[in-house]
């Protein structure tokens, strides 16, 4: 069974930089694609960021294109998302996702099949 284990969210400045961590855990963890994902109060949730498990490729949202990171610690099992130039609506809950092991590298939260607890991410302007 899969744990994914989210942290660092908080309240930030508008332009101001938050890392959040993932700890992962789990039979396969280390072979999954990893994503985060977040949802603002009355909106659907959204994706944001996916690095997979071959060759560490990313893809990115537009709307964080530029401005977040994220990467993974495969010896500790840990992915992180860097946000900098933070805005008022990157406000959210920030979840971390993982997919099936050697499954397809996604966009989509429905091929995630592991999801953390998720951490407030609030940006004040």
């Known amino acids: 069974q899969v744990q994914l284990v989210e942290s660092g969210g908080g309240l930030v400045q508008t332009g101001g930089s938050l890392r959040l961590s993932c700890a992962a855990s789990g039979d396969g963890i280390s072979n999954s694609n990893m994503g985060w994902f977040r949802q603002a109060p009355g909106k659907e949730r959204e994706f944001v960021a996916a690095i997979g498990w071959i060759s560490s490729i990313t893809h990115y949202a537009d709307s964080v294109k530029g401005r977040f990171t994220i990467s993974r610690d495969s010896a500790k099992n840990i992915i992180y998302l860097q946000m900098d130039n933070l805005k008022p609506e990157d406000t959210a809950v920030y979840y971390c996702?993982?997919?099936?092991?050697?499954?397809?590298?996604?966009?989509?939260?429905?091929?995630?099949?592991?999801w953390g607890q998720g951490t407030q991410v609030t940006v004040s302007s």
């Open positions: 996702a993982a997919t099936q092991p050697f499954g397809h590298y996604s966009v989509r939260s429905t091929d995630y099949v592991s």
